[in-house]
């Protein structure tokens, strides 16, 4: 009786036991990809120097000379909305710790579901208007400062974010 009464107990224990091992890993967070924090550091550099480089507003007539490096970024930052979309986001508490830093900076808050894709899809949204602005009629200077402005809030955000997840 003594041995049925363990053999019995011996797979509940083992499947609590398992069910306890793998239930104590959560995701509060996607996963630090250093691919995706390079590739960032590398391009929002690149962009700040093209946009310096236009800083003082461009022309239609000289347009095809730049748009290579509009389709460079576009191109780049669509690549990082996508490798930032393939991990799983969870819905917690890390987003509501990032917006707090952000905020702290002064810089506007995350949101969406997949914080530094969305903020990578807004960067290249700005790029092309930009570029269809550049290539209709030439960008003044003062909106040349908009532009550069708002693509420097979603940078911030999308650096800040990742950079949180190395942590």
């Known amino acids: ?8 107990w011996i797979p509940i224990i083992f499947f609590i036991g398992l069910i306890s091992v793998t ?5 509060l967070a996607p996963e630090y990809d250093k691919a995706i924090v390079e590739s960032v550091t590398a391009n929002s550099q690149k962009t700040m120097s093209f946009l310096e480089k236009i800083s003082d507003g461009t022309s239609k007539e000289d347009y095809k000379e730049r748009e ?10 669509d690549a990082l909305k996508l490798q930032a979309k393939a991990r799983p986001i969870p819905n917690n508490v890390a987003t509501k710790k990032i917006n707090e830093l952000l905020q702290a900076k002064n ?7 997949y914080p530094s894709a969305f903020a990578f ?8 208007r930009m570029k269809t602005e550049d290539k209709e009629k030439g960008i003044k200077p003062t909106a040349m ?10 940078l911030d955000q999308a650096i800040t974010y990742e950079s949180f997840l190395k942590r």
């Open 1 to 8: 009786m003594n041995t049925a009464i363990k053999k019995k």
């Open 23 to 27: 239930s104590c890993k959560t995701l």
């Open 68 to 77: 290579k490096e509009y389709n460079e970024l576009i191109g780049a930052y």
């Open 107 to 113: 810089s506007s808050a995350i949101s969406g579901d």
């Open 121 to 128: 899809q807004k960067i290249s949204e700005t790029l092309k």
């Open 145 to 154: 400062q908009a532009f550069k402005g708002q693509i420097e809030i979603f």
